[in-house]
């Protein structure tokens, strides 16, 4: 605890102070009324008075030594810094607690005569502020104290110079304070004085005012507020960096937090936003927290994300890494789940820039598999040299025993056949396991089973073969190599050796994986025996992660592919006694049904898909058709001419939310009103008008024709007046007098006067207008012409 003692009792002006002497105790003398600051970062000091003889000082967290001084003050020597020694207690900091608490019962009890001593003579006013401004920036210095443990440092606060003093004790509010360096006196065991640089920043600006001799019970609320105020811990500190220690739990859900924030947040987000969103969560910056906010947006899938927390960290002074590596290596596995092997070759590239980040063997794992399952052949062996060699970006000193060059493991060599498979180059294959055995390293079953991968997508069937009787001789196989023999029979045509093959595998107490029951499943339906195919869908069930429904349609495909539509048809009716279709099997069977003829029986289903959706049906499914499902529906209507069943799907998909696709459905719409189904164009023109679209030229032609030909002359102008005539080309003159000439059967002579009549009159200058009077006056004179 530091003392400070009272030289003389009758000083109240601190102009008028005589020197202080060092007391033999080692304590400070300073004359009565010197009043200290509250330190400039989080820690806040209070002034006690001790039995009218001196000053306790007790400090909230933490204890510092602190000589911040008027110029008046220094010139003068009131306090002798080289005396001063620290020494921190906390029994005796939770003594002054307890005095402190003792002395405001005893006053509460007293029944505030004011008689008693003077609970202090500093007084905060109440516009101290709670939470200090972001913009006031404070250097922290460190010192270890001679007579402290080993490793026990603090830190040095640094404060502002006070302002200017006032008779009677108080201090005025700065107004402005420039950052200034001061050499603060840090005092030793010895007692000799260490100069140590303190910067030191403005802070909020603050009134403290002395008050004398208040008793307790005359003390305003706010007062007693700022007084819990200076006990309360510090908001800066509380930041997540500095603040007090949270469980494992807590600080995991913060990061769950954080990463599903980020997540959720706009892809255009500013960069301050997406600073303040990271700043707000209140973790510690560490290689672990970072690692697990990646990997958590790695699960989500938004690899973008990602990769911008990184590039924020590098931006970051404050965030101290221990091992940035993890973080790196983190960033890379999510590139890789996301098939992103072009942005993860951009980082691996930057790692090798510098020392601490170049990569090792887990980084260039990742890297490789990702390369090889992409199938970049040539970046995946520029890789694999440059672990190897020596790097170049920087200098390796010659007494520097760090050696980056590694080689290659079976994980490597395994990422090599990976992209093999995408190249289909069958050598490459070879060239693996031939280099496998000039290094000694026995080929695992994972390895012959990507090589049989690589033989089977280069058509190498004998390979295939070769290779899984080498692996039977050494070891047992594996389900991968399994699953490769029975596509290697599908491939060859050979059902009953598949099955045989499975049949092998479950006798020696194995279960394969749902992938090789299902390619079982369409090997067999492929040969149209469907019926021995829907028995593997039972062992799919017991190990498939994925829905049922997926399984059902791809043995659809399969029996498609092959041209077997009554099969397909078979196992669609079979799959709606276990699950319900979704959108993409209706899709493939509605396309079927359309592609053999079957018109009636996609017409069936197609009203099927539209009544589960309406309100009020009594069907649930979850088939919702799509735009896909409504253009393959239109498409057929109009080629088999059915001109009925075209405009209920038409209306459907209007009332479905799918609008009007002017180059999809234009063409459609001119059809079917060239074919007499006239109520098309009402249908699309009333739909644009909802939606507040312009109708394209070629609508507003068409629904002109309709309407004069049905001698609705109001309806017909009223159609052309629609365009704001900014597309000229489509309404010039020749466009309007072939639409004339090609529709003349169509037109009534005195319709087409009327209409003369009518542009004729009319005062407002537009020249679609003008145009299509010029046009209607050509064709009467030639129709004239020709009756004449």
Not at 87 to 99: P, T
Not at 496 to 504: G, L
Not at 649 to 655: I, W
Not at 752 to 764: F, P, V, Y
Request: glycine fraction near 6%.
């Amino acid at each position: 605890m530091l003392t400070l003692q009272q030289n003389s009792p009758s000083l109240l002006n601190l102009g008028k102070c005589r020197e202080a002497v060092a007391s033999p105790m080692g304590c400070i003398s300073v004359p009565m009324g010197f009043m200290l600051q509250t330190p400039a970062i989080g820690v806040v000091s209070n002034l006690r008075r001790k039995k009218g003889k001196a000053w306790v000082l007790v400090s909230k967290r933490r204890s510092y030594i602190k000589n911040v001084l008027s110029a008046s003050q220094k010139e003068s020597g009131v306090v002798v810094k080289e005396d001063t020694e620290f020494k921190s207690s906390f029994d005796e900091y939770l003594k002054a607690m307890e005095s402190i608490r003792t002395d405001r019962e005893k006053k509460k009890a007293g029944g505030g005569s004011g008689h008693g001593k003077k609970p202090t003579d500093v007084a905060f006013s109440k516009d101290v502020p709670q939470r200090r401004k972001r913009d006031e920036t404070v250097t922290l210095k460190r010192f270890k104290r001679s007579d402290s443990k080993e490793g026990d440092k603090l830190p040095e606060r640094s404060q502002g110079v006070a302002g200017k003093k006032e008779l009677g004790g108080s201090f005025q509010p700065r107004n402005s304070i420039k950052p200034q360096k001061e050499l603060s006196s840090v005092g030793t065991k010895t007692g000799s004085s260490k100069k140590v640089d303190v910067d030191t920043t403005a802070s909020t600006r603050t009134k403290f005012v002395k008050k004398k001799s208040m008793p307790m019970n005359e003390r305003s609320d706010d007062e007693w507020e700022m007084e819990r105020f200076i006990f309360q811990p510090s908001e800066l500190l509380n930041d997540g960096l500095n603040g007090p220690r949270v469980s494992r739990m807590e600080m995991e859900e913060r990061i769950q937090n954080l990463a599903q924030c980020l997540n959720d947040a706009d892809v255009d987000m500013p960069e301050w936003m997406f600073a303040k969103t990271i700043r707000s969560a209140r973790i510690r910056f560490s290689d672990h927290s970072i690692s697990r906010v990646i990997q958590i947006l790695g699960k989500f899938g938004n690899w973008r994300r990602a990769l911008q927390v990184i590039e924020w960290l590098q931006m970051q002074e404050r965030f101290k890494s221990h091992n940035i590596r993890y973080v790196y290596t983190a960033a890379l596995d999510v590139l890789g789940k996301a098939r992103r092997p072009v942005e993860a070759l951009n980082l691996f590239c930057a790692m090798q820039r510098h020392k601490t980040t170049y990569p090792d063997i887990v980084i260039y794992r990742s890297i490789c598999v990702t390369l090889g399952q992409a199938g970049h052949m040539k970046e995946l062996f520029d890789v694999i040299d440059s672990m190897r060699s020596m790097p170049k970006s920087f200098k390796i000193q010659v007494h520097d025993d760090w050696d980056p060059r590694i080689e290659p493991d079976i994980v490597i060599y395994n990422a090599v056949l990976n992209g093999c498979v995408k190249r289909k180059e069958w050598e490459g294959a070879v060239w693996v396991l031939q280099k496998l055995e000039e290094i000694g390293q026995q080929a695992t079953s994972t390895t012959y089973g990507l090589a049989m991968e690589v033989m089977l997508a280069s058509g190498k069937y004998d390979l295939v073969h070769k290779y899984f009787k080498e692996v039977q001789g050494l070891s047992v196989p594996n389900a991968l190599m399994y699953r490769v023999l029975v596509n290697t029979f599908w491939r060859e045509g050979k059902p009953d050796e598949a099955i045989a093959v499975v049949q092998d595998m479950e006798s020696r107490g194995q279960v394969g994986p749902a992938s090789l029951y299902y390619d079982l499943a369409r090997c067999l339906c492929s040969v149209g025996r469907c019926e021995e195919g829907l028995m593997q869908v039972d062992k799919i069930c017991k190990v498939a992660s994925k829905p049922l429904v997926v399984t059902y349609t791809g043995l659809i495909q399969t029996c498609l592919t092959n041209g077997n539509i009554h099969d397909a048809a078979s196992i669609f009716n079979h799959m709606q006694k276990y699950c319900s279709p979704n959108t993409v099997t209706c899709n493939v069977m509605l396309k079927a049904y359309l592609g053999c003829g079957m018109f009636d029986e996609a017409v069936e289903l197609f009203r099927k898909m539209t009544r589960s959706r309406q309100k009020g049906s009594k069907i649930k499914s979850e088939i919702s058709p799509d735009v896909y499902t409504f253009n393959t529906m239109l498409e057929a209507c109009i080629k088999e001419e059915r001109w009925d069943d075209f405009k209920c799907a038409y209306e459907q998909m209007l009332q479905h939310g799918h609008p009007f696709n002017t180059k999809r459905h234009l063409w459609m719409v001119l059809q079917a009103s060239g074919a007499r189904k006239v109520e098309m164009v009402e249908i699309t023109w009333r739909h644009l008008e909802r939606n507040k679209r312009v109708p394209p030229p070629a609508l507003i032609k068409e629904r002109f024709r309709v309407k004069l030909e049905n001698d609705n002359l109001v309806e017909a102008v009223s159609s052309v007046a629609c365009h704001p005539s900014t597309n000229q080309q489509s309404f010039s003159k020749d466009a309007w007098l072939k639409l004339f000439k090609e529709n003349a059967h169509c037109f009534k002579k005195e319709v087409l006067e009327h209409l003369i009549s009518d542009l004729s009159k009319s005062e407002t200058p537009n020249l679609i207008f003008q145009n299509l009077l010029d046009s209607c006056l050509e064709f009467v004179n030639l129709d004239n012409l020709v009756a004449g």
